[in-house]
């Protein structure tokens, strides 16, 4: 796939729910993920079951309330960049949260090898 | 300055109409700009002037009336993301338009060296 497809399906799955599935279709065994800051435990994970571990670890910290996901925006032939505006609950507390990200997604050879997250702290 | 700084900085340059004056201030001499997609005169310009020249072609053509500002998000200690979301008009035709778009920063040695446009086509 070309980026400009693989950036269109990983929106279409962020908004349908189906953002899994999208990680065996749309990412390279090993690609990266990189946090804005280390909260603990690094910034940077490699490998498909490290980025599946992110996604369950999020969704048992989190309920998520409202998610709205902007079209891709591409820069070049190799990168895009998606914004995504959350609302959601910290399960453990009951506190309500909202916040904004800019997902860097990096395409090589039809497949995500990077992903990198920008958000304020 | 640190990422931080600079950051803050070139946002409420950006807000207050500043940012002319900021290149100057917070960008390296050699700082490079990359366009999202090539429109004519390729994507990538290196150096404060071709910077400036950019400036004043895009002031040249386009009337803004409305930009907000998103607040940076930094990605570890050398790139921050800026959301621009703009209003304006084209002066030649007349025609409104509205866009969003994403900015990545690179910080070296206490200057932006690299600026990076994402933005839908």
């Not at 599935?21 to 990412?27: E, G, V």
């Not at 996901?69 to 914004?83: K, Q, T, W």
Request: charged share 30%.
């Amino acid at each position: 796939m070309e980026l400009k497809e693989i950036a269109a399906e990983l929106v279409a799955g962020c908004r349908e729910g189906r953002e899994r599935a999208n990680l065996d279709r749309l990412y390279s065994q090993d690609a990266v993920s990189v946090e804005a800051a280390d909260q603990g435990n690094g910034r940077e994970v490699r490998g498909l079951a490290a980025i599946h571990a992110k996604h369950e670890w999020w969704e048992s910290e989190n309920e998520m309330t409202g998610v709205t996901v902007s079209d891709p925006m591409p820069h070049g032939d190799d990168r895009f960049a998606v914004i995504f505006e959350m609302e959601g609950r910290d399960k453990a507390s009951g506190e309500s949260f909202a916040m904004r990200e800019v997902g860097i997604y990096h395409v090589a050879d039809g497949k995500i090898v990077r992903e990198e997250f920008f958000y304020g702290m």
